[in-house]
C-alpha cells in the first residue's frame, strides 16, 4: 500500500459507526457540550496518532502497540496493549456487524442476525484474499459513506428547519458539567480509534517509515473535519435533546430537519459505514493476533500467513468464527464504552512507548505524548462505570492467564532441566 492507501484504510477505519450512532449518547452526557467533548477526542486521539506514526516509523512491523509496548517498555506492556486491542476490537466487530445489519434489514431480529453474520464471513473472506482486495472495497465504501454524509448535511442546511435556538444555548453547552464533557469525549473517542489500523499492517506498506507518519495525521484531520460538520449540523437540525432520546441519531436530525425523504440514504449510508469499519476491524485485528502468536502470547497456530495471499489467514479464520459467534448470541450494539477503555488503555501505552524513543526516533515533542497518556487515563476514568468495571475485568483475565502460562512454561523447564 502506498499513503493514498494507507489514508483509505484509516478513513474506512474511522468514518464507520462512530458519526452514525455515538452522536446520540455523547449528546445525553453533555448537551450541546458534545462538541466540546468532539474536539477533546479529536485533540487526544492526535496525540495518539503522532505517537503511533514516530513508533511505526522505527518499528515497521505488524503488531502496532504490542510490538511497541514490547520493544520500549516491556513484555508484560506489550502484552497489555495487544490484550486489549484484540479483545475491544473484536467485541467493536460484532458491534458492527450488527449495526450493519440493522440498517439494512428493518425486519425480525433473527434476519438481522443472519445477515450481520453473512457480513462478517464476506469480508473476511475478502480479506483472505489479500490487502490490495481490502483496499480496493475499503475505497468504495468509503466513497458512498462520504457522499451520504454529505447529502445527509445538504439536505439539513435545505430542510428549513436547522436553527441556532435548537442549540440552547450556553446553558445547554455546559449541561453535563466537566464531567459530562470529559464521558462525551471518551465515548466519541470511540470514533477516532481507527487511525492506528495502518500502523498494524505496517508489512503491508511501501516505506512505511515515510507513508505510515504521513498517512495517520492526514485520515484524523479529514474524520475531525468530517465529524465535526456533521455534529453541527445535527444539532442544529434537531438539538441535544432529539439527539439524546434517538438510536439513529443523524436519521433523527434528518427527519427534524424537514428532510425526511433523505431517511433511506442514511440508511444505505449507516450500512455501507458499518461494513467499512467492520472490514477495516478485521484486517487489524488479524496483524495484531499476528504479532502476539509469533511471540507466543496467542497460540502458535494464529502465526500462520499464506503463502500466495500473505495474510494471516489462519487469525482471520478464528476472528470470523468468534465474531460470529457473538453477533449470533449476543446483542453488542452497546459496547462503544466497553471498547473505549480498551482502545484508550491501548494508546496509553503507545503514548508511554513514544515518550522513551531516543533523539534520533522522534519525530514530535515528547511533550505530546505526556498529554496524550494524560488525557487516555482522564477519560477513562470518565467512562460509565459499567464500561469500567467490564474492561477491568477483561484487563485482568488477560493478565491472570498468562501469569498463569509463563508459571507453567517455568515449571516445565525446571522439571527438564532437573532430569
Known sequence: MGTGDAVVIGLGSMIGAGVFAAFGPAARAAGTGLLIGLVIAALIAYCNAVASAQLAAAYPTSGGTYIYGRERLGHWWGFTAGWGFVVGK???????????????????????????????????????????????????????????????????????????????GWSAVGAGGAYGTLQAAGLLFFAFAGYARVATM???????????????????????AVYLVVGVAALLAAGPHVLAAATAPLTAAVESAGAGALAPVMRVGGALAALGALLALIAGIGRTSLAMARHRDLPGWLAAVHPRNQVPHHAEIALAVVVSALVATVDLRGVIGFSSFGVLAYYAIANASAFTQPA??????????????????????????????????????????????LRRKTANARRSAAT
Request: glycine residues 8%.
Open 202 to 224: 505496517a508489512e503491508e506498506v511501501r516505506d512505511p517509515r515515510r507513508t505510515i507518519p504521513r498517512a495517520i495525521p492526514i485520515a484524523l484531520f479529514i474524520t475531525v
Open 90 to 168: 473484536t467485541a467493536s466487530c460484532a458491534a458492527m456487524a450488527l449495526t450493519f445489519a440493522t440498517y439494512a434489514v428493518p425486519g425480525p431480529w433473527w434476519a438481522q442476525r443472519a445477515v450481520a453474520v453473512a457480513g462478517v464471513l464476506g469480508l473476511a473472506a475478502l480479506n483472505y484474499r489479500g490487502v490490495t482486495k481490502t483496499v480496493l472495497l475499503t475505497r468504495v465504501l468509503v466513497a458512498t459513506s462520504l457522499t451520504a454524509l454529505a447529502v445527509v448535511v445538504v439536505g439539513i442546511a435545505a430542510g428549513g428547519h436547522a436553527n441556532a435556538e435548537h442549540l440552547g
Open 360 to 405: 534520533a526516533d522522534r519525530r514530535w515533542p515528547r511533550w505530546l505524548n505526556l498529554l496524550g497518556a494524560a488525557g487516555c487515563l482522564t477519560l477513562v476514568a470518565t467512562l460509565p462505570w459499567q464500561s469500567v468495571l467490564a474492561g477491568a475485568v477483561m484487563f485482568a483475565a488477560g493478565l491472570a492467564g498468562r501469569w498463569l502460562i
